[in-house]
């Protein structure tokens, strides 16, 4: 295996209020990229986390949750409250969201080691005056490092709707690799199929555009390539992190591939179809143990490989 690149995620953590009908609240350590940062720490990548971390009971709940995998946590030193959501549960297990968030992100308090990979994406991308900040970040380190992106759309807390989708085609130009849900692609091009948003993205730069579609598995669009996968059969607890399971899934394997950071970038515009069926089956199977289970809990390197031995075969 190529040597493990280190990896940057920079967004925003949530402490996730978890609410199901006549039950108590739980409270969750959340946030999309938190939770990829997580999961790349839990498959034994080295990960750092850029974000805003409050000095209260959800970010210290939240900290504690992030050491424990072995994240790397920098923060800008703004002392902001962590950011909130209530997660309401349906009795299939979907969740809805409502927001308690803001979002002030200035660089980090420390130099950054250059990294060989970056993630971001979510809020961090979608709310001003953080969102800035992120792209700025982006734009420096990328010339050295590929660069991901899940929009991760929060309906909510996008504003304008043709400034949230100028925002996210800004990311999509700058990234290498970029993921989002059908649902995603619906509310930012509403009429268009997501298939043929994710196809003009790919035409707009990123080599890999994966799309998931929840229990009907995921496409893998690269050029004159589409691959699909189906979900495999797996009792669901809640989808809470499952998009952010696949994502770190994905990141895991490419990077395990050898295509991540400068060097990868040129494998990535020429991958093989089989690699990339590979890929997708990780980033299936880390979604599959994640929803098994309540919360964002992304699999550990044992589990993923458990997972594998059930995860179906990517088709053209």
């Known amino acids: 295996m190529p040597d493990s690149p280190a990896l940057l995620v920079i967004g925003e953590c949530v402490a996730d209020i978890v609410r199901l009908p006549g039950e108590p609240d739980r409270v969750h350590p959340g ?8 999961g790349l720490a839990r498959l034994g990548r080295a990960t750092t986390l850029v974000t805003q971390l409050g000095p209260d009971s959800g970010g210290r709940l939240i900290g504690h949750h992030l050491a424990s995998a072995g994240v790397r946590v920098l923060t800008d030193g703004s002392g902001t409250p962590t950011p909130a959501a209530t997660v309401e549960l349906d009795d299939a297990g979907r969740a809805a969201y ?20 970056v993630h971001t994406g979510s809020v961090a991308t ?13 734009r420096s380190l990328r010339a050295a490092a590929t660069v991901s992106y899940d929009p991760n759309v929060r ?31 619906r509310w930012l091009y509403p009429g268009e199929a997501p298939e043929q948003a994710a196809e003009r993205w790919l035409r707009s730069g990123p080599p890999v555009v994966l799309v998931t579609r929840g229990a009907e598995g ?16 797996v009792r669901v607890a ?3 992190g499952a998009g ?18 400068e060097r990868g ?15 997708l089956r990780h980033a299936v199977a880390s979604a599959s143990v994640t929803v098994e289970r309540a919360g964002a809990r992304p699999p550990d390197a044992a589990e993923l490989a458990a997972a594998l031995a059930d995860a179906p075969v990517a088709q053209a």
């Open 265 to 279: 970038r040129a494998g990535l515009r020429s991958l093989d179809t089989a690699v990339l069926g590979e890929v």
């Open 218 to 233: 995921a496409l893998a669009l690269v050029p004159g390539t589409t691959l699909s996968i189906g979900g495999p059969s």
């Open 244 to 261: 952010d399971a696949f994502m770190s899934g994905t990141l895991h394997a490419l990077a395990s591939y050898g295509l991540l950071g």
């Open 155 to 185: 309906p909510a807390l996008m504003g304008d709707h043709a400034d949230a989708v100028r925002r996210a085609e800004r990311c999509v130009a700058l990234s290498d690799i970029v993921k989002a849900s059908d649902e995603d692609l």
């Open 31 to 38: 946030g999309s990229p938190a939770n990829v940062a997580y």
């Open 98 to 117: 409502t927001f308690d968030i803001t979002w002030t992100l200035r660089p980090p308090e420390h130099p950054l080691e250059p990294p060989q990979h």
């Open 238 to 240: 809640d989808t809470v």
């Open 126 to 138: 979608a709310l001003e005056p953080g969102a800035e900040t992120v792209v700025d970040l982006l």
